[in-house]
């Protein structure tokens, strides 16, 4: 299945370290755009909120989770 947003938020653990949590939805809701740390609109390949790299580009983005998530990310990504 497709998605439309790929979302990436961080929670802290108890060791000073963060959690790195990816999602995909198709829509957004008022509660991913407060959490997330980064939103990309993978239909209109534009960035929706970047709170970690504001001078990255949308490809700059999402060449950098493909290399952190890897192949397991191809499969949520639009054709």
Known sequence: ???RYMLI???PRGDGK???LT?????????????????LDLKKKEIV???LNSNA????????YKKV???MLLDY???
């Open 1 to 3: 299945m497709k998605y």
């Open 9 to 11: 938020s961080y929670h």
């Open 18 to 20: 963060f959690n790195e």
């Open 23 to 39: 999602e995909f939805k198709n829509a957004l809701k008022l509660k991913h755009r407060h959490h997330a740390k980064v939103i």
């Open 49 to 51: 909120k970047n709170e």
């Open 57 to 64: 580009s949308f490809s700059d983005m999402l060449e950098f």
């Open 69 to 71: 998530i890897g192949p």
């Open 77 to 79: 990504l639009p054709s």
